[in-house]
């Protein structure tokens, strides 16, 4: 039996209506990026997610349009190895030849970081490097009847009922602004509420389930992922 779109489950959520909000296409994209950035890139989560990935080309003028959640580096041996993210003043300091940091040599453990304007810098230089990411969602249109799952978005599909109450809550809001905005009734605004306090409800027990914290912690530098590159 296929699985009801992402979409239908949303709508049994918040209603038929949905299509009446303005934007609404885009903010359940927001909700499912929103959703995506809550997920720690060392999460089991991503493990299944068939995002792509870019050879060599560290410039990243677009960087906000996607979320790095892994870096490799191959050696000239063709040995392919996990780079841990680093403050990018660590990583300079390693460019010292007579530094105790010193990472030119450190073939077992290259390292990443960013410069201010954005580009990525690997360390040690050369051997081929693949930034695996998960893209934003921006023109995809998840009311097709053909989505069904987070395959097809390049989403987690274990967390694609994290999404969708993310983008629920989206909805909602909009919701509830239309209404301030309109003047309607103190009744309709607070039945509103208490579909977002339903929904926030839902998504607490969502992200328990998934195993997430409740708010994003921590720099990611103690990424460890040598089985995704297996």
């Known amino acids: 039996m296929p699985h ?12 038929d209506e949905v299509t009446n909000i ?14 995506a950035d809550l997920i720690p890139v060392n999460s089991e989560l ?16 677009d960087a906000g349009t996607y979320k790095v959640i892994l870096v490799t580096r191959t050696d000239s041996d063709g040995i392919e190895r996990v780079c ?39 360390r040690p230089l050369g051997g081929t490097v693949k930034i695996f990411r998960f893209e934003y969602l921006q023109n995809e249109d998840l009311t097709a009847d053909s989505v069904t ?3 097809s978005i ?10 969708i109450l993310k983008a629920c809550s989206y909805l909602l809001q909009a919701k509830i602004s239309e209404a301030v905005q309109e003047e309607e009734d103190n009744e309709l605004l607070a039945l509103l509420q208490n579909q977002i306090a339903s929904i926030d409800k839902l998504t607490q027990e969502e992200m328990q389930r998934l195993g997430l914290p409740f708010q994003a912690v921590g720099d990611g530098n103690d990424i460890e992922w040598n089985d995704r590159i297996s």
């Open 4 to 15: 009801n779109s992402i979409f239908t489950r949303i709508k049994d959520l918040v209603g």
């Open 22 to 35: 303005v934007g609404y296409k885009d903010l359940i994209n927001s909700g499912f990026n929103h959703a």
């Open 46 to 61: 991503w493990r299944t997610t068939n995002f792509p990935s870019s050879d060599t080309n560290l410039q990243t003028p």
């Open 84 to 122: 841990k993210e680093v403050p990018y003043d660590y990583l300079k300091k390693g460019e010292d030849k007579t530094s105790i940091y010193y990472n030119q040599k450190n073939y077992k453990n290259p390292i990443f970081s960013y410069k201010p304007r954005g580009d990525m810098v690997v």
């Open 149 to 151: 799952n987070g395959y």
């Open 154 to 163: 390049r989403f987690p599909d274990a967390a694609v009922q994290f999404g």
